[in-house]
């Protein structure tokens, strides 16, 4: 008779200290949710298609041109109404054939003083030659450069200003590189280092905009607003910043962006993120379209043609990789 109160007692703690474990468990996994997985991106892909827009109405945005001028003008403004601060970095950059020209980086910061920063970047000048256009004739015409430049370029705009609607946790610096796109022409016969392209962000990484800049990683964004996006995991991306590859990729499949965010290594590009990476030491990664089957040396088939126009840009792909990078972003703490 003594025995069985106890036996009852036992049985009531037992099934009292799982309930706790179960409860707490539960309180647990509510904070993690709370703290963590709560945000939802409020990219407009209209508002975003319209900031490409706005930029290919100034005409080809071709170093040395009216065109180029006015959009660096009004890409500083944009940048003035966004973010905590705005400014153009002015240098010369020497290309190719021995020209040179006033270039301008043009960069928004939020959070100055955060320690923890992350790096957005894109290139805003366009290519003066269409030297891959099918027509002979239209090869020496500067490009629109509706996706080969103004669709990153436009993707971070709206970023900025969800940015300054919803603000981050951390700094965040997008820097508009310029003069990416003037390497040599296809055709060109003299020797070339490889070095003819990025000459904005070569300069940027070598001398940024703050002395001692540093950031945990950098994204770039190049080629991402043609339909039916591909982002393959680029090769440079992959050797400097894997870790940084692998946060971007898994956020895209988690958002359920799979087919467009793919996890398979694509080509080598050397792209405005290899000098990031080299000298500013930045891991930084390139989201970049690839297309393994084209002939078009694997980049999107208007590439570099007179056929990189709005005709090309699906306000679709700029949301899939305005939520992606977003996203990232805003989960960092
Ligand atoms: C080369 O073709 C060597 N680099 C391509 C980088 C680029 C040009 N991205 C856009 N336009
Ligand atoms: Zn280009």
Not at 121 to 128: A, E, K, L, T, V
Not at 157 to 167: D, F, G, P, V
Not at 187 to 208: F, R, V
Request: proline content about 4%; hydrophobic content about 35%; glycine content about 6%.
């Amino acid at each position: 008779m003594k025995n069985i109160p106890l036996i009852v007692l036992l049985i009531s703690f037992a099934v009292i200290a799982c309930k706790n474990s179960k409860d707490d468990k539960t309180v647990n996994n509510q904070a993690e949710i709370s703290s963590k997985s709560e945000f939802v991106s409020e990219f407009n892909k209209d508002s975003a298609y319209d900031f490409v827009d706005r930029q290919v109405a100034f005409g080809p945005r071709v170093p040395g041109s009216v065109a180029h001028e006015k959009c660096a003008e009004y890409l500083y403004d944009e940048l003035q109404k966004f973010a905590d601060t705005a400014i153009i970095q002015k240098f010369k950059a020497r290309v190719y054939n021995g020209k040179t020209f006033d270039s301008k980086n043009i960069i928004g910061s939020y959070n100055l003083n955060a320690q923890k920063r992350v790096l957005l970047c894109s290139h805003w000048d366009s290519r003066p030659v269409a030297d891959h256009d099918p027509n002979p004739d239209n090869r020496n015409t500067p490009i629109d450069g509706a996706n080969d430049g103004a669709s990153g370029v436009g993707v971070l705009l709206e970023i900025a200003r969800q940015l300054s609607i919803n603000r981050p946790d951390i700094g965040i610096d997008i820097v508009l590189f310029d003069i990416e796109d003037y390497g040599p022409p296809e055709d060109y016969q003299n020797n070339s280092t490889g070095e003819e392209w990025g000459l904005g962000a070569q300069y940027w990484a070598q001398n940024p905009h703050v002395f001692g800049y540093s950031a945990r990683y950098g994204i770039l964004l190049d080629m991402v607003g043609n339909a039916d996006t591909r982002f393959y995991q680029e090769q440079f991306s992959m050797y400097f910043a894997q870790d940084v590859i692998n946060k971007v990729w898994n956020t895209a499949h988690k958002l359920g962006y799979n087919d467009n965010f793919i996890k398979e290594m694509g080509i080598p590009v050397n792209d405005d993120h290899l000098y990031v990476n080299k000298y500013a030491k930045i891991p930084t990664i390139d989201i970049i379209h690839q297309d393994v089957d084209s002939p078009n040396h694997s980049f999107y088939e208007h590439w570099h043609t007179l056929n990189d126009n709005m005709d090309a840009i699906d306000a679709n792909s700029l949301k899939i990789v305005g939520d992606v990078v977003l996203t990232t972003i805003m989960n960092e703490r």
